[in-house]
């Protein structure tokens, strides 16, 4: 079906947000550096949850956008953490 367009445009804005962590990812350490990999990992389930909707039909696509707003929280909260701890 046809993808909505915020979900687009929060996907880039994520996708935008790790990548210019990930130039300063080695300089994550201790804590934040779990937090970086935790990220990641949730990162890769986001991706996984977004090409689920993508394929979704009407039934479970509610269930998926839950999931995905959830995990979107999550990561916007993970990535201003670990900017911050970069100051």
Do not use: C, P, V
Request: proline residues 0%; hydrophobic residues 30%.
């Amino acid at each position: 079906g046809h993808m909505n367009l915020d979900y687009e445009m929060i996907r880039n804005e994520l996708k935008e947000r790790r990548e210019r962590l990930l130039l300063k990812s080695h300089l994550f350490k201790g804590e934040m550096e779990d937090l970086w990999e935790k990220t990641n990992e949730k990162y890769e389930e986001y991706e996984n949850k977004y090409h689920q909707l993508k394929d979704s039909y009407h039934d479970s696509k509610e269930q998926i956008e839950t999931a995905l707003d959830l995990l979107t929280s999550e990561l916007n909260d993970a990535l201003s953490r670990l900017k911050r701890s970069l100051r």
